[in-house]
């Protein structure tokens, strides 16, 4: 079992930047990549960026691609979602999620973490 915990959430401003951290805890070495998704009120939910924990490679979706960055601290078992000119549109529950090996499914999902950005 994997347990993630999300923080950082909030109310910001259009145009500020906000930082989200996922810490996982359990069985942390079962973790092949850990990843973000968001979703927002009448909306399917949506991928936002994911890391691979050994390598370090990353990938994001369309939406956050050059305003977003996805990061890890291995030592601290945290990802962290650094968020820049936010827009309202990015309003959402921010979700952390771990996958435990190539090809499996998001297996583990933290509680989420809401975003709200204000015009």
């Known amino acids: 079992q994997v347990q993630l915990v999300e923080s950082g959430g909030g109310l910001v401003q259009a145009g500020d930047s906000q930082r989200l951290s996922c810490t996982a805890s359990g069985r942390t070495t079962s973790r092949y990549a850990m990843g973000w998704f968001r979703q927002a009120p009448g909306k399917e939910r949506e991928f936002v960026a994911r890391i691979t924990w050994s390598g370090g490679n990353t990938f994001y979706g369309d939406s956050v691609k050059g305003r977003f960055t996805i990061s890890r601290d291995n030592a601290k078992n945290t990802m962290y979602l650094q968020m820049n000119s936010l827009k309202p549109e990015d309003t959402a529950v921010y979700y952390c999620?771990?996958?435990?090996?190539?090809?499996?499914?998001?297996?583990?999902w933290g509680q989420g973490t809401q975003v709200t950005v204000s015009s």
């Open positions: 999620a771990v996958k435990t090996v190539l090809g499996a499914p998001w297996g583990y």
